[in-house]
């Protein structure tokens, strides 16, 4: 590794560590470094605006800031934010960025932020903390199915995700190439079979791995919870309090034969699926976690016993133009309360 | 000053006013809040419909990073010249007028933004 190189990735893991992104995934349950949250952190306000070509810019000024492109998918708004933090924090000067792909060849600062960003977001702890959570091992990467829902859980692209695999020597670059022959396209079109389908949403597949986890969708992506039913003793998931919670369920039961691994076709258990979306989404970006509670009981018993209940939380993010929450925040704190 | 003179200049006033408060992404209610008034009392200033008091404005003033001037008369000192801006030019040919005045403007913002004691 080149010295500046070593040098940017150094830097990126102090800020992990210091900026306290480290303890909201140990600590907390999140699954991704938010960089919004990291340049609120040192007063770097961020604005997302719609733009033509460029995906963001750095402004050093006595108050230095970042522009972003709001247009962009969440996972090039997340990269772009964390490459300029990487102007900001290895003290470049101002700068415009319309590409997130830099070569060898590229300037030596665009080389230092792009290493800032990659080993500020998918730092090897993180990407450890949330493989341990999901049961994933190395070998489970190279499929194109757990790379998704990997990248979604990072906040990165799919492809940014392959690479920053590569980067962190987990994956080889043959490897990574041939996953990429797979668009994320036809991942979520596999995903929600037989479901209203739109290309440019996320689709979050989420069962028992995520009970200690807080995700972080988008308002208008879809959720697939995939749980193991007992309905056949007459068990069914409850619905109601998701219903309560603000969200639109919508049940989907998979032909038996789509079960591809054999360790599930235990007898008497099958899988039950729920596509879900937000009722309300400026209900839901309104910061606080939302609870996604299901039981599965016999319904025709009052108060009966609750053979299973699955709970994780969702924290949902909004992505338009303005400035970042955070950004927000720290503009309405300063005007004396009337 | 005739009083249809002073509903236009009410009226461009309330209009820069909504464009100020879009371009940071605050909601009326959350301008409200910042003000001490109504949700609907930022509706009808910002249609024009409601007198804006001073002390208001120059809150909104400092919430919107704008000038006093630029919110009163709609003058605001010309952005920086492209000297400044020069690093645009050298990062990206190509670059659309309107992202280069994406860029001028938030450079703008900034200047007008005092550093946050943490």
């Known amino acids: 590794m080149l010295p500046h190189i070593r040098n940017a990735a150094d830097r990126a893991r102090e800020v992990y560590h210091d900026s306290g992104a480290k303890a909201r995934v140990e600590q907390e349950g999140y699954t991704r470094v938010d960089p919004f949250l990291i340049a609120g952190g040192e007063g770097v306000p961020v604005l997302l605006r719609p733009m033509d070509k460029l995906l963001g810019a750095f402004i050093r000024d006595d108050v230095s800031g970042i522009l972003i492109n709001s247009e962009r998918s969440a996972g090039l708004v997340h990269l772009t934010c964390a490459h300029e933090l990487g102007h900001y924090f290895m003290g470049h000067g101002s700068t415009a960025d319309d590409s997130m792909d830099f070569g060898p060849k590229s300037e030596r600062q665009e ?61 080889e670059t043959g490897v990574v190439k041939d996953l990429l022959r797979i668009q ?82 235990v007898f ?44 994780t939380r969702a924290k949902f993010e909004q992505i338009g133009p303005g400035l970042t929450r955070v950004a927000k925040q720290q503009l309405l704190s300063e005007v004396p309360v009337a | 000053m005739t009083s249809h003179d002073k509903d236009a200049q009410r009226a461009e006033m309330a209009e820069r ?59 605001e000192p010309p952005p920086q010249g492209p000297e400044q801006l020069a690093f645009l030019a050298r990062a990206i040919k190509g670059l659309s007028e309107s992202d280069l005045d994406e860029v001028a403007r938030f450079a703008e913002f900034l200047k007008h933004s005092t550093k946050t004691s943490r």
């Open chain 1, 111 to 171: 080389q230092e932020a792009d290493w800032f960003a990659y080993h500020l977001l998918t730092p090897r702890g993180l990407l450890a903390n949330v493989m341990r959570r999901k049961r994933w091992s190395v070998q489970s990467l190279k499929d194109p199915t757990v790379l998704y829902q990997l990248s979604l859980r990072l906040g990165i692209s799919y492809t940014a995700t392959a690479w920053s695999l590569a980067r962190q020597k987990l994956l």
């Open chain 2, 17 to 75: 006013l909504r464009q100020s408060r879009e371009y940071v992404g605050l909601s009326q209610e959350e301008v409200a809040n910042a003000l001490g008034l109504s949700r609907p009392a930022v509706t009808h200033i910002e249609s024009g419909s409601r007198k804006v008091e001073a002390t208001e404005l120059s809150v909104l003033a400092r919430l919107y990073r704008r000038t006093l001037e630029y919110l009163l008369t709609g003058k």
């Open chain 1, 268 to 311: 008497g258990v099958t899988t039950a699926e729920f596509v879900l979306t937000v009722d309300d989404p400026s209900q839901a970006a309104n910061g606080a976690p939302m609870i996604l509670a299901m039981e599965e009981r016999r319904p025709w018993l009052k108060d009966g016993e609750v053979n299973a209940a699955f709970e």
């Open chain 1, 184 to 265: 994320p396209i036809e991942i979520k079109h596999a995903l929600l079979e037989g479901h209203h389908f739109e290309s440019r949403k996320e689709v979050w597949l989420l069962d028992e791995t995520d009970r200690t986890s807080i995700l972080e969708p988008r308002t208008d992506d879809q959720i697939l919870v995939r749980l193991k039913s007992k309905a056949s003793s007459g068990y069914l998931w409850s619905l109601g309090e998701l219903a309560s919670e603000g969200f639109q369920v919508c049940p989907a039961q998979r032909p038996a034969e789509k079960v591809t691994d054999p360790k599930q076709l």
